[in-house]
Each structure stands twice: as C-alpha cells, then as structure tokens.
C-alpha cells in the first residue's frame, strides 16, 4: 500500500480509475464520483477529446479539470491504443501515428512530443507516453520491433516533457509505458528500459487484449518483478474485480477499465457474490433489493424487479443505477484491499474473495 | 391558488407533473425529483407499464409506489391516448378500445372498467377515465359522437371506481376527462356533463393534438367558465412554460408533458430569458456557465462549451443535466405562480413573463 501525492490530491493505492472517455464517466454526474464513488481519479481519453471537442476549446477552458469542473487527479492517456482500436486507416512510421479519426475521416499525426502537448493542453496530473500496442498474438520479431519504436519514442516523449512546463500551474507527472507483447525476455528488456528513464511512474501496456488470463497474470508478474516498487506502476485496461485482486498480489498499484461502466449500460453489475445480469428474466419476480448490506443505492433501494424492468426498457436511470453501483463496487473493492495490506492480511484474504467474485448469483 | 391532499401529500396548485412513463422520469432519479426539483407529484403512463412491466409485477411490487420506491403522490392515466398515438392497429366499439401492442403486437382490450382496475393495481392517487382523443381536425359529427362515447365510458368507469377499492389502504381519486373537439357547444355540454358526475377532478382532454394555440386558449377557457373552481382542473398534455401561464390565467391548476424531458434529451432547455439550444455551435466556446441566478446544476456548475460537447456527443450525463434543468425551471416557475396569486400580482405579472419566455437567447 502506498500514496501518490499529485497538486489535485492524494491517491492512495492500489487505485481503480473511473474511466471518463470524453470529459465524463459514462451516465454518472462529477458530483456522484466523489459521493458515493470516493473516485480518487479519473482517466480522460487524449484521442477521443482531442477530436471532440478538441484541445482549443478545453485549453480554453481552463484545461480538463475545469472544463469537466473536476478538482481531483486526472491521468490522460496517449491515444495510442485508440488509434489502433478505433481509427480504420493508419499508418506507423519513425515520426509517429498517422491516422484518421472515426468520426470524419479527418487526417491526423501523433507524435511523441505532440501527445506531451496536447497533454499540456488537457493539464492532466498525469499524462502517458505515446507508445505502439501490437495485437495479441504477434510474433516475436514484430513484438520486439515495436517495442524498440515504443523505447525511441519514449526518450523523445521525455525529452519533451522536460523541455515544456505545465500550462495552468499545476505540477503534471509523465509515466513510461512497457511493451514486449507476451515475451517474458522482451517484457524484461523493456521494463529495465523504462526504469532508466526516470518517469514518474511505469505502466504496464499491451495487455488485456486477447491474451488468456494465466498469460495476463504470468507477463504481469515478470513486468512488476523488474519494476521498481517506490514507484507507481499501473496495468493498463485491466479489468475484472478478480483480476484486480490477482495483479494487486503480483505489485500493481493503479488499473482503468471501461468494464464496469460498459457491462453496467449492457446491465451486468459485479457484486461480492459474482457477476450478475440485471436482464435475466430471473429478477423480474424478484421483490426484494440485491443486497441491503451493499451502499449502493441500485442495491439498498430499489427492488430487482425494478432495476429488471429498467434495464430490459433500456431506460437511462436504469443504466445510472448499474454504472454508479460497478464505479462504487470497484471503488470499494481497492478499499478493502488498501486495509487487508496495512493489517498485513491482504495474502491470506485475497484468494477467497477471488473465489467469491468468481462465482455466480 | 389551492391544494389538493392526498395520502401521499399535498399537492400545492398550479402544479406540473413531471411525466415517469415507465416507472422512472427519463434519466432522472426519484432523489433528484425530491430534491432540486422539488417535484409534488409524478405521472404515470397506464398504457406503458401494463404492457411493461405488466400489473402482475406492479401489483407484487406494492403498486407503483412501492415498484419506483416513490412515497410522494402519483397520477396515472387511462391509456386512452396512447392507444391513440402509439398503437398500429386498433378499433373502437362501445365495449372499449381493442389495440395490438406497439412492443410485440399483442391483442388487448381496454374497457372503462379494466383500466380502473388496473389503475387499482397502479395505486396511483389519482387515476383517470377512459376516454377517446379524437384527433385535430375532426368534423363535428366525429367529435359529438366521440364526446358522447366519452360520456357514456366516463359513468361505466365511476360505476366501477365506487364498487372498487384501493388495494393498498391508500386513497384514490378519480378525475374525469372533458372532451368535444375545438366546438364550443360540445366543449361546453361535456364540462356540463364532466361536472355532473361527482369525480374529485375534472380534466380538460383532446387538446395539444395539433390545433393552433390561440384556439387552446380558447377551447381552455370555454370549459374553465364552466368546470367548478373547488375541484382541481387539469389540463391534459400541455405545455411549453408560456402555455402554463396563460392556461393558468384561465383557470387551470395541473398540468403534465413530456416537453421538458424530451426536448432536454434534444438538447433544448426551457430559461427566464426563453428557449435555448444547447447543440447550437454558438455554446462551442462560451466558458462560462449559463446563469448563476438560476440554480440547477446546468446553469451553475458547468461551463456552458462543456454542456454542449455533452449534448453534442449524445453522453448520457448531458441528457440528465438538460432533463433536471427542465423539470426543475418548470417546478420554479409554478412556485413563482403560486406565490405571485397569493400576493395578487398575478395578472400584471404574467404578460411579462410570458413575453419574456417567448424570446430566443
């Protein structure tokens, strides 16, 4: 257990991240973040906020922080993955990512210095470097190629960093990012390569995109191995409450993930007893709240009838209640997990609750 | 200005409904209805939760109250304009209205009898007969015959409401519904009729369906002249915040519609200073919030450029924004009502604020 003090704020860790694509956390108001949440910080997404609604207007705005009217951590990612999950047509070459955006087609380049900049511009406490995330499986000669262009951009992502300053007064942190696909000798090289650079923090990249979960765990434990523990170290993308608990027990500290918020608006919540699916028509006779001993309004106040009927109508405040009650579950977990560390009971703790949260209502 | 006491409350007159079709006010929660916007009372649509979730579910629940976990008042209507507007096909007879379901094309029969029972299994404190809407234009011929069907559905329906009982040890009340097209005489025969029946309110239907306003206003006050002023005249469906004014001046004291909340989800708020459109590009970079004066968290709390990225991204926290801005400016405005009648400034004050909510930001 540990703390990363930004000018926003304290995070205390392990942390999960609320993931606020677009200057929101899907369907849940800044004010329910902090309470019931307790979000210590939020993740905004460089590639989608940098097409909409674009760095003028939030510079403008007194970057992300006021433009969402958020006073806590911020971390901003790169755009890197997007622009390889989302954008058709895109090219990598020495400078950087060409591409075109999803929306319109527009033509666009990051570079490892212009994602410094934008990331400016956003005023994030902590931004990313632009890194390549190659798919899984690649070879080993395209894994290592990559992660080489990812080590290169990473010194002039740096370099950029040390050469311009923070836009709106605040202090901002930079966090390398380790690649190697799923060799554990690449994993290595590029974990010992980022712990050189003298980032704030190193995160893991390149995982949680298709491998199998053993492989997920094994890579990560080869990364946190070689990573220096007085530093933060943050597994990308990743994932269930169950991998949470696993990769916490292998050294991570920080984790983002869409999950709880994207299966929330499909209607799955995650509780202490596993995963549920709001839409089986088990719930629809269901007259009772989910759990009266969880403070989640979706499962203290409504009946499963309800929050059934919500979800299958497709209605907003059904999504609502599905998305603060994952943020708040999570949130709660990384709690637990924070107090089973300091009382030194967290190895003895997590392999039941693993088991827990595995299981099915 | 007056009241109207219920089991659940008191309804401070003239009010607004916010409209809860399916159990829930689009992308509102109920903690958000009691407080900032301060809603007295909901509606809900008959139609709507008999096909979904059904009254079985409704009636195992508790009734609505319970199924929405709501303890303020409830009305619910008869059903009998949807089956107008959203079902494909359907006939009338003098037993009731035969229609297949907008869902899934199932058959059912609403008679003036059944849907008091199933505003039975609703709960709801006010509950309302079944009549038929006939829409705009409609000859005279149409609109007598359809008046006196009305009529005749409106005694059946008493008949019923009086052998039956609350199921819930709450009391209800059931409102009559004035019809008679845009003709004077039959406006007023069916106020004269409405008012003969001993409901414990009467509402004025058939308007709002595409005739131009000034005959709204009139047809309205020809059956205000009529309706007796101790009982709670509702004037069905209407409106924008001018035409609660000026319904208002002639008399009525309840309104419901579905405009705040469905144009918030277009991107439309309702303010002091008129309509405003929150999607129009002249909000990309006005960093400032709308109008500190006003207090919903829109006006407030968000730079008006973040409020249109939202809405113009189609996030769900933009809709809810819009949604409660809405619902609380026309809560505010009926209390503004309220106090202007008890000071007797009414009559001068309205022209201007009429004047004022008509103009463009």
Chains 1, 2 share one sequence.
């Not at 992300?64 to 997007?82: A, E």
């Not at 169950?242 to 869409?258: H, P, W, Y």
């Not at 007893?273 to 989910?290: I, Y």
Request: aromatic share 10%.
């Amino acid at each position: 257990m540990g703390s990363l003090t930004t000018d926003h704020g304290v995070i205390e860790t392990p942390i999960f991240m609320p993931v606020g694509t677009l200057g929101t956390v899907k369907g849940v108001s800044q004010d329910r973040l902090k309470d019931p949440i307790f979000a210590q910080i939020i993740l905004g997404n460089t590639y989608h906020l940098y097409l909409r609604p674009g760095t003028e207007v939030i510079q403008d705005s007194g970057g992300l922080h006021g433009f969402m009217n958020w006073d806590r951590p911020i971390l901003t990612d790169s755009g890197g993955y997007q622009i390889f999950s989302l954008s058709d047509i895109r090219t990598l070459d020495e400078e950087g990512a060409h591409f075109k955006s999803h929306l319109d087609g527009s033509k666009h380049l990051f570079t490892p210095e212009n994602v410094v900049d934008i990331q400016r511009i956003l005023g994030s406490d902590i931004m990313m470097i632009l890194d390549e995330c190659p798919p899984y499986p690649s070879d080993y000669a395209y894994a290592k190629n990559s992660m080489e262009l990812t080590h290169r951009w990473a010194k002039r992502g740096r370099k950029q960093f040390l050469e311009t300053q923070t836009l709106y007064g605040h202090r901002q942190f930079q966090f390398g990012i380790v690649q190697g696909g799923t060799y554990k000798d690449l994993r290595i090289a590029s974990a010992e390569f980022m712990a050189e650079q003298n980032f704030e923090g190193i995160a893991i990249g390149g995982l949680s995109v298709g491998e199998p979960i053993p492989l997920l765990y094994e890579m990560t434990e080869v990364n946190t191995d070689v990573l220096p523990k007085e530093k933060a170290r943050y597994l990308m993308g990743v994932g269930t409450p169950a991998n949470l608990l696993e990769s916490i027990a292998r050294g991570v500290d920080m984790f983002d993930c869409v999950m709880p918020t994207r299966n929330a608006r499909n209607g799955t919540i995650f509780t202490r007893e596993g995963k549920v699916n709001l839409r089986n028509s088990k719930w629809k006779n269901h007259h009772a709240p989910l759990d009266p001993d969880f403070p989640s309004d979706l499962c203290q106040k409504y009946q499963m009838s309800y929050v059934h009927h919500l979800l299958k109508s497709n209605e907003l405040f059904g999504m609502t209640l599905a998305s603060e009650h994952n943020l708040q579950f999570y949130l709660w977990l990384m709690k637990e997990v924070r107090e089973h560390i300091k009382n030194d009971t967290f190895a003895s703790w997590y392999p039941h609750m693993v088991t827990q949260l595995e299981s099915k209502f």
